[in-house]
Each structure stands twice: as structure tokens, then as C-alpha cells.
């Protein structure tokens, strides 16, 4: 009678409903039935998944797994809530690591409130970097552009106190990534692209671009530099006049808040750093 009752499709179903991955994965492959069920109710399963998360996705995502080979995943899929769950993990622990810890400014009773603003930021530039997903596979600069739009339209729709924390994530980032480089940033001519460079693929890359240079394994540390250097290329073209330019997401959200705020651009970082203020 067990057998039969657990086989039934509405009991598998609502078993599959409450399991953890690590149990669906071994009832598929246990059990051809489970298999079945799973892969028919895949879409309604994830679904559900994904409204647990800060940022539900809303568009394909971004595998960040592995640095090489990385595919787009349907939205509506198992590999996607993996995905967001593997994201969580890092942003949780990586917003506590030093590597982030430049603004002193903020009262011990008051940090938590902003680690959690942090965390709700990095999740945003996860966010933008999907939108950005070429997801029909074609890498011309047309494309680009419809990517890169979809990305700025998203960061104009957002308060000012998530830009703000857009803001304050990218810089306290590039502040780690001077760190790290000690005493041979001195002697860099481009240091100020490459600080740059690193707050703009904050937003462009998200979080799997901060985790890997602040705490990830050689490979996507690797990766990330060289993303700072391609950064640092791109910004010293754009102010040459050289080449194609994409917009600039960093200077989006400038803009964004400017709009909001109806400031000036001299007055933008002492409103970023209120704003911060106020919410912590």
C-alpha cells in the first residue's frame, strides 16, 4: 500500500512541492516516477521558488557556476533556483568579508540594517547583469545595445535608496580592489580607469564578478581581472573618442538619481552618503 500511495502523481507532487534540491535529485534518480513528475511540473515548481528569492528573476539567467562554458538558463527551471541559491550564499558571506568593509562611518548597531541593504543591492546587480543576457546568441553590437537599454531602463525604475546602495557597493568594491593591489597602485598610470572600471562591472557582472576577485578560487579571480583590464580599455577609449562605446550602467544610476533627487551632479555623493545614513 506505501508503494502505491507514494506513487500516486498528487502525492509525489506534493512531496516534490516541499522537498530541498538535494531530495529531488535523489528521488529522480530513484525513483522514474519522481523523475517524470519533476520534469512535467518543472516550470510550476520553480515558479514558486523563485518568489522566495529578493530579486525574482524575470528574464533567462546567467549561469555563473564556472567561468568557461557558462550557458543561459530558462527562468522557469531547476538550474535557475540553483543558481539563485548559489548566488545567495556568496552575497551573504561576501558583504561580510573585509573586502567590503571601507565605510567605517557606519554605527556598529547600525550595520546590520546596512549588510542587509548591501546583500538586497548585489542581488539588484545580479539582476541587471541577466537583463544584459544575450540570450539569442548573437554578440553584434546592435544586440549589445538592446542589452545594455533593457539594463538602464530597469536602474531608472528603481528608488533612490536602491541606487544608492547600487552606488555605495561599486565604490566600497573598487576601495577593496585598491587594497589588494598594496603599493603597486602607486606607481599605475591606470589606476583611475581600472577603480573605475571595477564599479562598472559591479553593476555590469553582479555579484559573481565580486565574489570571484574578493573570494572566489584562482580561475574566476582570474577572470575578474581580466574584466577590470577589458573595464580600463573601454573607459580610456570612450575618453579618446575611439570605437563603439556601450552607455556606462555606472553612470546610469548617476543619472537615475540625479532625475529623482533633482540634484546636481557636484551634490550626488554627499546625497548618496545622506541617504545611506538615513536608512542605516
Known amino acids: 500500500m506505501a508503494p502505491f500511495i507514494f506513487d500516486l502523481p498528487e502525492v509525489m507532487l506534493l512531496i516534490i512541492e516541499h522537498a530541498d ?22 516550470a510550476s515548481i520553480s515558479a ?6 529578493p530579486i525574482p528573476p524575470t528574464t533567462s ?25 548559489c548566488r545567495e550564499q556568496r552575497i551573504s558571506t561576501m558583504v561580510r ?9 557606519i554605527p556598529s548597531r547600525a550595520r ?6 548591501l546583500e538586497r543591492a548585489a542581488h539588484l546587480c545580479d539582476h541587471i547583469s541577466d537583463l544584459g543576457c544575450l ?37 566600497i568594491g573598487s576601495i577593496g580592489w585598491a587594497r589588494s593591489m598594496g603599493t603597486t597602485i602607486n606607481g ?8 573605475l572600471a571595477f564599479e562598472e562591472m559591479v553593476l555590469r557582472k553582479g555579484s559573481a564578478f565580486l565574489w570571484g576577485y574578493a573570494l572566489g578560487p584562482g580561475e574566476f579571480r582570474a577572470h575578474a581581472e581580466k574584466q577590470i583590464l577589458s573595464g580600463a580599455d573601454e573607459i580610456e577609449d570612450w575618453e579618446m ?13 548617476i543619472r537615475a538619481f540625479m532625475a529623482h533627487k533633482g540634484c546636481e551632479f557636484k551634490d550626488v555623493w554627499t546625497e548618496f552618503d545622506s541617504l545611506i545614513v538615513q536608512c542605516c
Not at 534540491?21 to 518543472?42: C, D, G, I, K
Not at 568579508?97 to 562611518?105: G, I, Q
Open 21 to 42: 534540491l538535494p531530495t529531488l535529485s535523489a528521488l529522480a534518480r530513484t525513483r522514474r516516477h519522481a523523475w517524470q513528475v519533476v520534469s512535467n511540473y518543472e
Open 48 to 53: 514558486g521558488r523563485l518568489n522566495n528569492f
Open 61 to 85: 539567467v546567467l549561469s555563473t557556476k564556472r567561468v568557461n562554458g557558462r550557458r543561459i538558463l530558462p527562468r522557469l527551471s531547476l538550474n535557475t533556483v540553483r543558481e539563485l541559491q
Open 97 to 105: 568579508s573585509e573586502f567590503l568593509a571601507a565605510n567605517t562611518t
Open 112 to 117: 546590520p540594517r546596512y549588510l542587509c541593504c
Open 135 to 171: 540570450c539569442d546568441g548573437n554578440h553584434s553590437l546592435e544586440t549589445s545595445l538592446r542589452g545594455r537599454q533593457a539594463q538602464a531602463n530597469f536602474i531608472k525604475t528603481l528608488p533612490t535608496t536602491d541606487l544608492a546602495f547600487l552606488s555605495e557597493l561599486s565604490w
Open 188 to 195: 599605475d598610470p591606470d589606476t583611475k580607469y581600472k577603480s
Open 241 to 253: 573618442g575611439v570605437g563603439d562605446q556601450l552607455p556606462s550602467l555606472r553612470q546610469a544610476v
